[in-house]
């Protein structure tokens, strides 16, 4: 048809381009890698003119599924079903249960492949990078790890210029931001740069790492760069540009300035994933929602950011599931909204549900759990909520005991407090967990993290801690004077809490979830 032939001369011409670059290469591996491009879109060509060719009714030959737009999904050559690019990825809409049985179905094929070929084969190592692409996106970050690990030898003696090298250095990269281990991650991405040349989405990638670190000139001028190879035919994604300049104008405080850019890089990906007046689900339309939200929230506009969060929960839950990091930072968001609103009840239903998730976490971030633990806190000692008896008050905050005690062991297999991993951050999360453990009623458990806390506190030498360590003794004589045999549970009233600005003395990196 003369629909058909229009879009195989379209795909014709970046085909014939590529191959003419690739002949003008001034290095082997760039041969290479243009190669392989080329290789790419004339499998997509052939499956686009067998698919046209295929009568109506019966379907698409074998090998070739029915797509919706932006999805392209295929048979490779062991019957495993792959989709190009995961929701976390390429924002492609996913659904979290079929990524499960995909993890499921990919586990076997590698087990499988070890067992027939080895793990130097290359046929189990691209395998292997299948599954750690499906495992990134659900944030199994300890799997990740572990099959990285096992190709890593592999992979490296096939030398840096290899394909499925640069591939493994990649996963890893953003399996370390995503542990909020940025300058690590950084110094893979730039290792990527100087093996391939940059590009629209390294680039991108890199700005984002940047302004994660803080370092907002260099996020500018990487993303800056972006755009304009972006411009030139690079491959790229223009609303994560947008979202990553809009975020940098935020955190150097120019909110108003950045409020256009983000609502651009939500509109871009809102039209980006549409089909046929159709609005499609994307993670990264909620990511979109989620740096509006809080653009709006610093502006003072707390109507409007609520609505963005609730609107990124919907859509998180609908294509990651909803036990997934992204759900756990929105809660948080929430969580924190509604109770500036004054929405106590419902703030601390999200602000546990939120905490619950985090504890969980392979990326467990301390600094995020303590202070969900302290805004919990200021909702049950705030001055206006009213207690039958103390009773009441240890069944509301009870709930939380359980959370309390896996971050606490999370601490201890980590040994953050034996290998002095950020300090103040476990000083300040062992002081507000003793808080709710006494709030709680659990008087003796309490007292042992606030010894734990008064400690640590002591041991800081670059930061002023008198006013937090004597908040930790204030609490620590109340509970302490609650195991005497003296005193009457029945009786005694919740200490007012001391006016101490509760903040970890060296704050740790704050967590981010714009990379993909």
């Not at 692409?133 to 210029?161: P, S």
């Not at 036990?323 to 004054?342: C, D, E, I």
Request: glycine share 6%; aromatic share 6%; hydrophobic share 40%.
């Amino acid at each position: 048809s003369t629909q058909s032939t229009g879009i195989f001369q379209l795909m014709q011409g970046p085909v014939e381009e590529l191959r003419r670059l690739a002949e003008l290469a001034s290095t082997p591996y760039c041969k290479q890698m243009l190669m392989a491009e080329v290789t790419a879109l004339a499998r997509q060509e052939d499956a686009s003119k067998a698919a046209l060719a295929a009568a109506p009714g019966e379907g698409a030959p074998p090998g070739v599924k029915k797509k919706k737009k932006h999805v392209v999904v295929e048979e490779d050559d062991e019957g495993d079903v792959v989709q190009e690019g995961s929701d976390e990825h390429s924002g492609h809409l996913s659904d979290p249960e079929e990524e499960i049985q995909r993890e499921q179905r990919l586990k076997g094929r590698v087990a499988g492949l070890v067992d027939e070929y080895g793990v130097e084969d290359e046929r189990t190592i691209r395998k292997v990078l299948k599954l750690v692409n499906v495992l990134i996106g659900q944030y199994k970050l300890d799997d990740t790890d572990q099959y990285l690990d096992m190709i890593q030898d592999a992979v490296t003696q096939r030398g840096e210029t290899d394909q499925l090298y640069i591939k493994c250095i990649q996963s890893r990269a953003f399996c370390l931001w995503k542990r909020y281990r940025y300058k690590e991650a950084l110094v893979l991405f730039h290792q990527q740069e100087r093996i391939m040349g940059p590009s629209a989405a390294l680039c991108e990638n890199i700005g984002h790492t940047y302004n994660s670190l803080g370092d907002y000139p260099k996020a500018e001028e990487y993303f800056t760069q972006a755009m304009e190879m972006l411009k030139h035919g690079s491959y790229g994604n223009k609303g994560g540009i947008y979202l990553g300049l809009g975020l940098v104008r935020e955190r150097l405080g120019k909110t108003k300035d950045a409020l256009p850019i983000l609502q651009q890089a939500l509109a871009h990906y809102k039209d980006e994933f549409s089909q046929g007046g159709e609005q499609l689900d994307s993670s990264l339309i909620a990511k979109s929602h989620m740096s509006v939200a809080h653009a709006h929230e610093n502006l003072g506009e707390l109507d409007t950011a609520v609505y963005h969060v609730r609107e990124a929960l919907r859509v998180f839950r609908k294509t990651v599931g909803n036990s997934s990091p992204l759900v756990a930072n929105a809660l948080t968001s929430l969580g924190r909204m509604l109770q500036t609103k004054g929405e106590w009840d419902e703030a601390d239903t999200v602000l546990r549900h939120a905490l619950n998730l985090e504890v969980k976490k392979d990326a467990f971030h301390l600094e995020t759990v303590f202070k969900l633990l302290n805004s919990i806190k200021d909702l049950h000692t705030a001055a206006n909520k009213t207690r039958a008896d103390l009773q009441e008050l240890h069944s509301a905050v009870a709930p939380v005991l359980a959370p309390i005690h896996e971050a606490c062991r999370r601490v201890e297999d980590l040994e953050m407090v034996r290998k002095h991993t950020d300090d103040g951050t476990v000083a300040v999360f062992y002081k507000t967990a003793g808080e709710l453990v006494m709030l709680a009623g659990q008087y003796k458990e309490a007292v042992g993290m606030l010894e734990l806390a008064a400690e640590m506190l002591k041991e800081i030498k670059n930061f002023d801690c008198s006013s937090l360590i004597e908040s930790v003794d204030f609490m620590l004589s109340f509970a302490q004077g609650q195991l005497a045999p003296t005193v009457d549970p029945g009786s005694v009233a919740v200490p007012p809490a001391p006016a101490v600005q509760e903040q970890a003395p060296a704050p740790a990196l704050a967590p981010s979830e714009e990379l993909d």
